[in-house]
């Protein structure tokens, strides 16, 4: 049975498959549902021509297996690898709602807070990969997805490991350079110098396509945007970037700069050494954006409350001025009252005074 004709299928006695998720060349992906709980997964069938090619199998299993000896929240989790009663190559997995890191590049202009909140997840994800002495070799913004979680967006979910490599037990990662149809693996816009030439490979290889997916989500160009795969591998090895600050004025700080430029650096000595080295410049960086931003903050709450102040200081100025023409009112209204009981005892006097003149008249003349 052929993965197109699936839909409908039963996987493990307990779950349906409910729809295609997407297909590839050499397999495809599906939502599959748990019949009692409704519990969702994502199933990877490979084709039947692809399930009979030794390499692809062999890739398939390491993907597995890889993704088996990892815990990390950022990186997606395997849940049953086997094949089904039919013979089809599945691998079922934790099944994420989300966007490509690809797709979001491309529909929306990043703010750099945001980017380096989602690179330093991702260089914590490849760091506990890396010390289970495997690399993914494959990284790029189609296999980095930014889902919710817990109402927090853009939590990264790190997705194929298909190209991993693992540590021999020598302690050295084996060397494995070209593929049977003679293409290097990995995607020719994110893979290191020394991947594009199919030299040997360490975890530092992650750290160049790191660099190069971050200077793409800082600037939404490809640093080195070759019409041809030839091209690109090229000036992986050879050229230099343009500066991120230039193609996207405005948008790159230049700490954020001197991280891409590190992480791309063409010798792998010269590159931060791991993941959590990364991860701590960029924190750097972020500490930085967030005092920039705290000063800018606190510049409007100093000007707000500045304002507030000259605001308030008008109010008491007329607050005062209005309750000294009150209490001048009132000393008026006082003086008036004086004036009116002034003259109202004069008159009495003066009335008084016309009265015993008559008496005192009357008396003399009778």
Partial sequence: MDP???VGERLFGEYTIVKPLGEGTIGSVYLARHDSIGKE?????????SAQDDETVQRFEREALAISLLSHPNLIRVLIFGRTDKGLLYLAMEYVEGLPLNQVIKDQELEERRVVKIFKQLCDALGEAHEMGIIHRDLKPANILLTEKRGEADFVKVLDFGMAKFIDNGGHFSQEKLSKSGIVYGTPA???PEQAQALELDHRTDIYSLGCIL???????RPFPAKTAVKMLSAHVYEEPAPPSEVAPGQVSPSLERVIYKAMAKEPEARFQDAHQMYAALEAVQRELEEKRGLASTGEVALSTSGHRRQGGGDAQAAALSVGRQKSSQTNQSKELVRALIWAIVGAVVMLICVLVVVVGVVVLG
Avoid at 215 to 221: K, R, W
């Fill in 4 to 6: 197109s004709d699936l």
């Fill in 215 to 221: 200077y793409e989500a800082v600037t939404g160009q």
């Fill in 41 to 49: 997964i994502a199933v990877k069938v490979l084709h039947k021509k």
């Fill in 190 to 192: 994110y893979v290191s």
